[in-house]
């Protein structure tokens, strides 16, 4: 199983962001499986940003107010993160990880990672 | 500030034990599984513990761990200089609409 981010390295503050996660090894459409995002700002802690599942069913960290939206593309096999109105604290490391049935819900395959800075 | 709550450094020599603490609530550890994650500099994490306690394959024995209440803890045994990287806990929050929460982050040195 490999997962892998791609999307803009550099947006500007109160843009859009745009990340996609490609998944290879797996089934996106498996409906015991979830995949989320989950962020890292520089030298702190990982902050959960959401999860999607193949049913459509979301659930996101409250904390994002309402500014997050992830989404599955079965036909590419890829789940995307969509966060607006960006700031500078939204710069980070973004993850996409999958959470498994296997490991009762926990992330078992992660992707490496991408960086995303926003400023001006 | 983390939800829940890890020593932001902790510290052994080759072979000795060390123990990584994680402080939630009822509605995160007191309700829902543990996960703890190790995380070396400028790699993804990697699953080390799942339901509070279980290793996935290829985990060494030497990483156990532990819950009681709303609390939980990350063993480390033989320790080894491959082991110095950072640990994560996590669980479910209940609270709200539910969401996943992390602990700070336990960097771990080895001396």
């Known amino acids: 199983v490999q997962l892998e981010e791609s999307g803009p390295g550099l947006v500007k503050p109160s843009q859009t962001l745009s990340l996609t996660c490609s998944v290879s090894g797996a089934s996106i459409s498996d409906p015991s499986f979830y995949w989320s995002w989950v962020r890292q700002a520089a030298g702190k802690g990982l902050e959960w940003i959401g999860r999607v599942y193949i049913t459509g069913t979301t659930d996101y960290n409250p904390s994002l107010n309402g500014r997050v939206a992830i989404s599955l593309d079965t036909s590419k096999s890829q789940f995307s993160l969509i966060l607006h109105s960006l700031t500078a604290a939204d710069t980070a490391v973004y993850y996409c990880a999958r959470g498994s049935p296997d490991v009762f819900q926990a992330f078992d395959y992660w992707g490496r990672g991408t960086l995303v800075s926003v400023s001006s | 500030q983390s939800v829940l709550t890890q020593p932001p450094s902790a510290s052994g020599t080759p072979g000795q034990r060390v123990t990584i603490s994680c402080s939630g609530t009822g509605s995160n550890i007191g309700d829902n599984y543990v996960y703890w994650y190790q995380q070396f500099p400028g790699t993804a994490p990697k699953l080390l513990i799942y339901?509070?306690?279980l290793r996935p394959s290829g985990v060494p024995d030497r990483f156990s761990a532990s819950k009681s209440g709303t609390s939980a803890s990350l063993a480390i045994s033989g320790l080894r200089s491959g082991d110095e990287a950072h640990y994560y806990c996590a669980a479910w929050d209940n609270r709200l609409s539910g969401q996943v929460v992390f602990g700070g982050g336990t960097k771990l040195t080895v001396l």
């Open positions: 339901r509070d306690d």
